[in-house]
């Protein structure tokens, strides 16, 4: 029945669920409102902890645990905004572009050249936003400082 086959979501929640619980728990804090993750976190602040090798994002894990998949291509949004925070009522899997649109507390709605952050023009990379416009004047930038003499040597 059990196959170790990694790419497949169903099997890698089953290997989650095996994970005894009570590790991730010692290491959760309740307050009143978060369930705050003290163990390791991301350079981001989102929890994290190692199994099998791998960093499983914690807020993750606990949609998983309590709400089951997490359906494809949706990330999971912390309506109350604290990153390491485990609380499944605060968890809501959402697309990338509902999150966008949510926007979050201290993140710029433009890019410092002034770009706005908008569904086109947004690039998500470990919790980061990245202007899609700027990425690709900065490409052009290193392209053109190639020095090329076009004509002469070739
Ligand atoms: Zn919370
Ligand atoms: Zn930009």
Redesign the pocket.
């Known amino acids: 029945m059990f196959q170790t086959c990694d790419l497949s979501p169903v099997i890698t929640v089953m290997m989650m669920m095996r994970i005894k619980d009570e590790k991730f728990w010692a290491k959760v804090t309740k307050t009143d409102k978060c369930w705050l993750w003290i163990g390791c976190k991301t350079h981001n602040g989102y929890g994290q902890m190692r199994r099998n090798n791998k960093g499983i994002l914690v807020h993750r894990y606990s949609y998983m645990m309590t709400k089951g998949d997490i359906p494809e291509g949706l990330v999971i949004d912390h309506l109350c905004r604290v990153r390491n925070c485990v609380n499944p009522d605060h968890l809501e899997a959402v697309t990338n572009a509902e999150n966008l649109r949510r926007g979050i507390p201290g993140n710029k709605t433009?890019?410092?050249?002034?770009?706005e952050y908008n569904e086109n023009?947004t690039a998500f990379y470990s919790g980061y936003k990245y202007?899609?416009?700027?990425?690709r004047?900065k490409s052009r930038r290193i392209r053109a400082s190639i020095p090329t003499t076009p004509g002469i040597g070739r």
């Open positions: 433009h890019c410092p050249k002034g770009h023009n202007c899609k416009t700027c990425n004047e």
